[in-house]
Each structure stands twice: as structure tokens, then as C-alpha cells.
């Protein structure tokens, strides 16, 4: 796997991403920092953000903490999504190791604690008493915090108001899989693709899966899988999800060429009006509109969002929520003004202005107020009433586990394997990373 050096991966971003060094004055020829123009202490910041609001943000922040220490440089670095995931191992070993990093927390994190890639971040009581206190336990393990939670997300159908007018569906009525069902067949008929997905990168789909396994069996479905009970995850809630799943792939409801679209793909078919659906997590408004061909996408007023329906018989609850709460994770080498840095990151002040560009729900419940938009307003409502919030199983489950996990559900959309299947795969694949 070719090592990631930071000064080029900036220099090949260029309007992608805002780069604090260079606010700073910090480059040299080329893009490369002299040892004599470098800072006593480099922050390396590797993250996956492409929207350009979050990054004047973040900016500003490492300009403000460059002021208050003159001595200390943050320095960002950008990965897409998937490279991020491919080449974080490799990274966290090497040289070039981000002093801290986006993180998605659950099994990924953990494996990364025992492979003593990560130290705990200093956090007083001040810091701690600020943040959520659901996002800061996500980020707990042994009693030590190995992350500064900075957004938390929910997964919703994210819909185009426009062309469900067009079939005639009332997305108010979609409270059931049989009602989602119906809606997706009126698509279909109305000349409409009911649904976008992002199967090159296969975890789009798996979302799907993973929710249906929520509302089947509830958080207790889970604990009994990973506990052994109950024959683990071939038990009747998985291989259920499984069966609903493939009642919705069998109406073959999805764009075209979607075993081969990437998430940002999926993102610019919704956005685009080429489809009339999207399983996304909360700020996927500003996603779609960034990949949309015309920059634009689906207009504010357009777009509307319900909750995963239910599903009959099941045991989770109706307030049962899907999502994640990302943190930025210090690795082991990262000097000590990395925690004073995420300190000013995850301020009151810098929550405020994340929580009001519209994209993120923060880490900071104080911050909530400066959420103004109608469709981040939603999901933070369906937060604040869950009983029940499950991270991504892809996450949750640990790296290993997550590949299965990912690779199997859309095998399972494709056709190339039965839910019962996916279930026993998923089982084994536990039984071998435990």
C-alpha cells in the first residue's frame, strides 16, 4: 500500500479542500515546509471533509490556535472516504501517522486501542461536562476517553418532493416496509427510480440491512448476537432483515449501475432527480447539492426526510434510531498540544458555527440552538426522543466483521446469495474476529 506523504496530498486537493498551512504562510517551494520555516510542533489533521463551509470552520480554528501558540502548527490532510478507510492502517505505522483523525468509533476503534495505535485524550471536567453525554460514552473504553467527539448523525429516507408528487405518494404514509414497498412500486410506474444507492462501495447498501435488523429486533437482537445467544446473528432478526431486503431489491427499485456507484455517485443521482430516494445520514442536503452535476442539486424546500419504517411484528421500537457520533481519535505519537487543539475544535464557539451551516448535528447540546435548518431540526428532534441509537453496524461490528458485513448484504441485493446466507456469514465472520 503507497505511504501517503502530507505536503503533496494538500497540493493535489487544491480547491477541495482549505488548508491551514497555507493560511499560515507555511509552505515553501513547491508545497514542501523547510525545516526552517516549519513550526516547533506539527498537528497533523487527516480528515475526509470536502465541504468548503466545515472547512472554513476548521480553518479558522487552526489559525486561532497557531495565534494563541506560536510554537504549534496545524496542518490539514484530506483522504476520500474510502482511500481514508484503505489506507488508515498503513498510515497509523508509518512516518507520516496523522497526530489525530477522523473516527467513526465502535469495533475500528477499539481494534485500534489494542493495537496501541491511539493514546487517550487529556480531557478535563470542564471539556467533558460540555459535550453529549451518549457521544462521549461512545468514545469511552476502560474507563479512558480515546476520543473528542465533534457531530453526531442519524440515518433517514431522504426524498425528492417533486417526483413524489409526480407518482402520487404521500411520503406522511410511509410508516411501514409494506408502505415503503408500495411507494416504490408507484415510482416505478410513474417512469421514476424509486431509489438511489452507492453499491461499489457496497456499505450504502448494508445501511439498509442494518436498519432492518433494527426495527426486527431491537437493541436486544444485537446484544444477543454479539453475547452468542440465540444462534448469534443467523437468528430470526437478521435473516429477517435479510428476507425484506431482497423484497425490496426483487422490484429492482434502484438506479442503474449501482453495484458499480460510489457513495458520492449515489449522492449526485438523488441530487441529480434520477432518483426519488436515499438511505443518508443527517447533512445530506449540502452532500447532494456538492454532487450534483450542476453544483446544485434537489432544492431546499424540494427535499424532504421520514424515518426508517417499521417493520410489522418487529420488536424494535418506533423510536429506535441508526447512526453515528464521529470523534477525532489521537494516535500515539501525536504531540501533547493535539489535545489543547481539539479543545478549541469542540468549543461552544466553533459548535455554534458548524451547528449553523446546516450540515452536521453537534457533539455540543448547548450548540443545538443555532440549528436553523428544517432538515437538520428533524433529525435532532428524532435524537433527542430515541430510546434506542445504534452506531453503524459496519463500525459497530469491527473492521473484520464490517468487510462480511458490507460484502454479503450486497451480495444479497445482487442475488448471489440468500438472506439465511448472509446471516451465517456474518456469524462466522464474529466467531472468527472474537
Known amino acids: 500500500m503507497r505511504r501517503i506523504n502530507a505536503i503533496p496530498t494538500s497540493a493535489r486537493l487544491g480547491r477541495r479542500s482549505l488548508i491551514a498551512a497555507a493560511a499560515l504562510g507555511a509552505f515553501g517551494r513547491h508545497g514542501f515546509v523547510t525545516p526552517a520555516e516549519a513550526a516547533a510542533t506539527m498537528i497533523r489533521w487527516l480528515h475526509l471533509e470536502v465541504n468548503p463551509q466545515i472547512l472554513k470552520i476548521w480553518n479558522a480554528a487552526a489559525v486561532e490556535f497557531h495565534a494563541q501558540h506560536p510554537d504549534s502548527e496545524v496542518r490539514l490532510q484530506f483522504l476520500e472516504n474510502e482511500a481514508f478507510k484503505a489506507k488508515l492502517p498503513t498510515l497509523l505505522q508509518s512516518p507520516d501517522a496523522p497526530s489525530m483523525f477522523y473516527s467513526w468509533g465502535g469495533g475500528v476503534m477499539r481494534a485500534q486501542i489494542e493495537t496501541g495505535a491511539l493514546r487517550p485524550v487529556q480531557m478535563d471536567d470542564a471539556w467533558k461536562a460540555r459535550l453529549n453525554p451518549a457521544a462521549l460514552s461512545a468514545f469511552t473504553s476502560d474507563g479512558k476517553i480515546w476520543g473528542a467527539p465533534h457531530q453526531m448523525a442519524l440515518m433517514d429516507v431522504y426524498y425528492n418532493k417533486t417526483l413524489f408528487k409526480k407518482a402520487g405518494v404521500a411520503a406522511e404514509q410511509i410508516r411501514t416496509w409494506d408502505d415503503l414497498l408500495a411507494a416504490a412500486k408507484a415510482l416505478k410506474a410513474a417512469g421514476i427510480t424509486p431509489i438511489a444507492v452507492g453499491g461499489g462501495d457496497k456499505w450504502p447498501i448494508m445501511h439498509w440491512w442494518a436498519y432492518l435488523v433494527v426495527r426486527a429486533g431491537g437493541r436486544q437482537a444485537l446484544d444477543d448476537a454479539k453475547a452468542g445467544r440465540n444462534g448469534g446473528f443467523t437468528a430470526a432478526p437478521f435473516v429477517e432483515a435479510g428476507r425484506l431486503l431482497k423484497q425490496l431489491a426483487d422490484l429492482q427499485p434502484f438506479q442503474p449501475g449501482y453495484l458499480g456507484a460510489t457513495f ?22 449540502a452532500r447532494q447539492a456538492h454532487a450534483a452535476a450542476d453544483g446544485k442539486g434537489i432544492a431546499h424546500d424540494d427535499l424532504g426526510l421520514f424515518a426508517f ?8 421500537l418506533p423510536t429506535d434510531t441508526m447512526g453515528g457520533m464521529n470523534a477525532w481519535l489521537v494516535s500515539h505519537t501525536a504531540p501533547p498540544q493535539t489535545d489543547a487543539f481539539l479543545n478549541l475544535l469542540t468549543s461552544l464557539k466553533y459548535q455554534v458555527e458548524t451547528a449553523a451551516t446546516g450540515i452536521y ?39 473484520d466483521v464490517g468487510r462480511v458485513l458490507n460484502d454479503q448484504t450486497t451480495a444479497l441485493v445482487a442475488g448471489s446469495i440468500t438472506a439465511e446466507g448472509v446471516a451465517k456469514q456474518i456469524e462466522e465472520a464474529w466467531k472468527l474476529s472474537h
Open 309 to 316: 419504517p417499521g417493520v410489522a411484528g418487529g420488536k424494535g
Open 264 to 285: 458520492p455517485q449515489m449522492l449526485g443521482t438523488f441530487g441529480d432527480g434520477r432518483a426519488a430516494m436515499m438511505l443518508s445520514f443527517s447533512g445530506s442536503y
Open 361 to 399: 448535528m453537534p457533539s455540543v447540546p448547548a450548540a443545538n440552538s443555532a440549528i436553523t435548518d428544517t432538515l437538520l431540526q428533524q433529525p435532532a428532534a428524532e435524537l433527542a426522543k430515541s430510546t434506542y441509537h445504534q452506531n453503524y453496524f459496519d463500525q459497530d461490528l469491527g473492521p
